[in-house]
């Protein structure tokens, strides 16, 4: 399987602190979860691949370019209507008014939520914003996208919506890189997992042989800590 | 205590008679003022946005600059206008000095960097909360600016009403370059202090209560909108 990304030696530090270091790899599935104990470097090492993040060094290589976007943990929705919001991101590539529109209502409507066409983004609730949040970046019909921890403050209906939305957009042949810590959700969505400790990466390995035989002590030790 | 009852017993009644001369007065005052206001707004946001979401060199100097003129005494800002505007003054030969037009100079001059630091003040915080998704979708930060503007709308029309505020209560600034012109360059504020000066207390005091009015109601309405948009767009 060819990749579509490559990190040569990616190392990043926050004043004194490393928070990645030695990162080698390269990714070709098309849905990876990324996982690990809090401050392993997981939104960091999302933010590197997405370019909001500049490495102090190495590099995040793309052999080919593909359009990317990114749903963060918490939506981030602008003071406007539900529609408003999904075409301004439409609005920045440059697409037309009455294309803008099309693509905006088809997202709202993949995501379930033609209903709240009209209603303000920020008046809704989490569950609710955070679809917006994932219509936005669906009607861009990026290439890549990259999600952290898109369901960590959603209640289990909305997590559950929102894993569908996910599945239905790696299934339109988007590839989706997750920051997550439910490991069920990995098990769920993901084909490899990546685990992160401490800023480094110590395993890449597909999602069934990870969850039965991790590669690495640290994951075992992980993954017996998370399932108890 | 017997003149300051009938001195307010007339002013009472000056402005329930509509009275023309405080009438004009009030009038000026508020063209003046709200004129000052939308410049310092049309310079003032741009330049606060900027000042946010921009990186470039002098940026601190300049928001330190911004910091400080936001007390900027009135007097000081009055005789610079008036050094400019006068005769031998580089804008001499406009023949401003005097009118209406230099108090707005002068009070744009005053309002403006209180705009701009409290435009950089909530554009700063919309910055940090919007700066990756803004980013992530593809805004530039000239982009980013002028959407955050927008989306700070209502925090922003505080800060007009704020330096509205700051406008209309200010009286050395107007005082030096209008020149307290009766009909033509006559003010709320200088109107007060020209007439407490000569003992003519009821007009004083019937402006003094127009003007207190109009900061309460500039208050109450900046309180109000804030509530609303709060709960209208979250």
């Keep these: 399987m060819s990749h579509w990304i490559e990190l040569r030696s990616l190392r990043r530090t926050e004043g004194t602190v490393c928070i990645l270091s030695d990162i080698e790899l390269k990714l070709g ?35 080919r370019p593909l359009t990317q976007a990114m749903v963060f943990q918490r939506p981030i929705l602008l003071r406007t209507t539900v529609l408003a919001n999904i075409e301004y991101g439409l609005k920045l590539r440059g697409v037309s008014a ?56 959603l209640d289990p209906l909305s997590r559950h919506e929102v894993e569908r939305i996910i599945g239905e957009i790696a ?49 075992r030790a992980f993954l017996a800590e998370e399932t108890g | ?53 921009g990186r470039f060199p002098g ?30 003054g580089p804008l001499g030969e406009l023949g401003l000095l005097f009118t209406p037009t230099a108090m707005v100079i002068a009070q744009t001059v005053l309002v403006m960097p209180i705009i701009a630091a409290l435009t950089l003040q909530v554009i700063e915080d919309e910055w940090h909360e919007y700066r990756e998704q803004l980013r992530s979708l593809g805004a530039s930060r000239l982009r980013a600016g002028r959407t955050l503007i927008w989306n700070a709308r209502f925090s922003l029309t505080t800060a007009g009403l704020a330096g509205f505020g700051r406008a ?16 033509v360059t006559r003010v709320m504020t200088t109107t007060i202090a020209l007439e407490t000066s000569k003992g003519d207390l009821p007009l004083a005091l019937a402006l003094g209560a127009i003007l207190i009015t109009v900061v309460l109601l500039v208050n109450a309405v900046a309180f109000f909108l804030r509530q609303w948009a709060e709960k209208r767009w979250g």
């Excluded at chain 1, 009455?98 to 905006?104: F, G, M, S, V």
């Excluded at chain 1, 920051?179 to 390995?205: D, F, S, W």
């Design chain 1, 29 to 63: 599935a098309g849905k990876t979860a990324l996982i690990g104990p809090n401050g392993a470097g997981k939104s960091t090492l999302l933010r590197l691949m997405h370019g909001l993040l500049r490495p102090d060094a190495g590099s995040v290589i793309w052999p």
């Design chain 2, 1 to 53: 205590m017997s003149e300051i009852a009938q001195s307010l017993t007339l002013a009472s009644e000056l402005i329930a008679t509509g009275d023309n001369r405080l009438a004009a007065i009030v009038g000026l005052s508020l063209q003046v003022s709200l004129s000052a206001t939308l410049l310092s707004c049309a310079l003032g946001i741009p330049l606060g946005a900027l000042l946010a979401v």
């Design chain 1, 98 to 153: 009455r294309e803008r529109r099309k693509r905006a209502l088809s997202a709202l409507e993949r995501v379930g939520l033609s209903h709240l066409v009209q209603r303000q983004g920020r008046r809704l609730s989490g569950g609710e914003q955070q679809r917006i949040a994932l219509a936005r970046v669906w009607a861009l019909e990026p290439q890549v996208l990259f999600l952290d921890e898109p369901t960590a403050s």
């Design chain 2, 168 to 183: 209309i209560a200010e009286v050395g600034a107007v005082m030096i370059v209008g020149g307290n012109i009766d009909g």
């Design chain 1, 171 to 219: 299934a339109s042949g988007t590839k989706i890189v997750m920051a997550t810590h439910n490991l069920g959700q990995a098990r769920r969505i993901a084909e490899e997992v990546l685990y992160l400790e401490a800023g480094r990466l110590l395993e890449q390995t597909p999602v069934s042989e990870f969850f039965h035989q991790p590669r690495t002590a640290a994951a």
């Design chain 2, 59 to 88: 940026r601190h100097a300049l928001i330190i600059l911004f910091n400080g003129l936001m007390g900027l005494p009135p007097v000081v800002v009055g005789l610079l206008v008036y050094l400019l505007l006068s005769r031998a």
